[in-house]
């Protein structure tokens, strides 16, 4: 059974740094792709960040490009989300998801960690 669990939300300024933490249980890093995608009040989702583990590839979206950072611990099984120069549109909240990179949808959720960032 695979389970992801969120955990480094909270509030932050504007310019100020928030890091995020999935950690990742029954699936695996060799064959795993695993992202954070994030959801305004009102909105869709969309993507963040992916990594394509097994080949440590990490993809970012135009609006978190040189702000956040996608990075694993393999011994660990986790993942993190550096998120630094936060700005007001980086508010919502953060899921961490994952999938068998054969797969074409994004399979496993966690049930997500808040983020807000104020002026």
């Known amino acids: 059974q695979v389970r992801l669990v969120e955990s480094g939300g909270g509030s932050a300024q504007v310019g100020g740094s928030l890091t995020l933490s999935c950690a990742a249980s029954?699936?695996?890093?060799?064959?795993?792709?695993m992202g954070w995608f994030r959801q305004a009040a009102g909105e869709e989702r969309e993507r963040v960040a992916v990594?394509?583990?097994?080949?440590?590839?990490?993809f970012y979206e135009d609006s978190v490009k040189g702000r956040f950072t996608l990075t694993q611990d393999n011994a660990k099984n986790t993942l993190y989300l550096q998120m630094n120069s936060l700005k007001p549109e980086d508010t919502g909240v953060y899921y961490c998801?994952?999938?068998?990179?054969?797969?074409?949808?994004?399979?496993?959720w966690g049930q997500g960690t808040e983020v807000t960032v104020s002026s």
């Open positions: 990594v394509y583990w097994g080949e440590n590839t990490v």
């Open positions: 029954g699936i695996g890093p060799s064959s795993a792709c």
């Open positions: 998801a994952a999938r068998q990179c054969s797969a074409l949808a994004w399979t496993y």
